[in-house]
């Protein structure tokens, strides 16, 4: 059974910093693109990280270039979001999600964790 299950979300001032945790597990994790969405209240969601199956290569939005950092250990079959001077705006539901590169049948989602930031 497929599970992709994040952790770490919350409520962080302004200028704090958070790590988001993705654990997956019910497929072969390293054979698998990894990418963090976002969704905030009232608009679509979008792509914020992306990172390739053994970690060699990363992408990611303008809007968190230089404050969002995303890594994976594949022999934890984990992926992670450091998330550094945070702004207001990054408030939203934060999805992991793991994309097969071979074929768009295997398209693996989680439920999401809240990040709130506010003062």
């Known amino acids: 059974q497929v599970q992709v299950v994040e952790s770490g979300g919350g409520l962080v001032q302004p200028g704090g910093s958070l790590r988001l945790s993705c654990a997956a597990s019910?497929?072969?994790?390293?054979?698998?693109?990894m990418n963090w969405y976002r969704q905030a209240p009232g608009k679509e969601r979008e792509l914020v990280a992306t990172i390739t199956r053994f970690g060699g290569s990363t992408n990611y939005a303008d809007s968190v270039k230089g404050r969002f950092t995303i890594s994976r250990e594949n022999a934890k079959n984990t992926v992670y979001l450091q998330m550094n001077s945070l702004k207001p705006e990054d408030t939203a539901v934060y999805y992991c999600n793991a994309k097969s590169p071979y074929s768009a049948k295997y398209n693996y989602w989680g439920q999401g964790t809240q990040v709130t930031v506010s003062s």
């Open positions: 019910g497929f072969t994790f390293s054979n698998y693109d």
